[in-house]
């Protein structure tokens, strides 16, 4: 059974920053990406950014620059760095593992940005 937790949401002023962290483990074999993915209030889950296996990192045209996406290897942990946070950003953070023979999410945690 494969577990994934995330951690480090919370509330923020704007300009302010967060780190995500975002553990699995469980019998997920090989990792070949993993992720982070948001929901806005009333809207549907978007891709924040991802990571490969091979090191090539995706982001969101609405996050670039701001944050940052970075994994430990040996802790099957990837994390988010988020910086210069704005209202907008006000969403449910969902950590994502594709495994060679699944995919798997977290339960979500919450990140508010107050203007």
């Known amino acids: 059974q494969v577990q994934v937790v995330e951690s480090g949401g919370g509330l923020v002023q704007a300009g302010g920053s967060l780190r995500l962290s975002c553990a699995a483990s469980?019998?997920?074999?090989?990792?070949?990406?993993m992720g982070w993915y948001r929901q806005p209030p009333g809207k549907q889950r978007e891709l924040v950014a991802t990571?490969?296996?091979?090191?090539?990192?995706t982001y969101a045209d609405s996050v670039k620059d701001r944050f940052t996406i970075s994994r430990d290897t040996t802790k099957n942990t990837v994390y988010l760095r988020m910086d210069s946070l704005k209202s907008e950003d006000t969403a449910v953070y969902y950590c994502?593992?594709?495994?060679?023979?699944?995919?798997?999410w977290g339960q979500g945690t919450q990140v508010t940005v107050s203007s």
């Open positions: 994502n593992i594709q495994g060679t023979v699944g995919n798997y």
């Open positions: 469980g019998s997920i074999f090989r990792i070949r990406a």
């Open positions: 990571l490969t296996s091979s090191g090539s990192t």
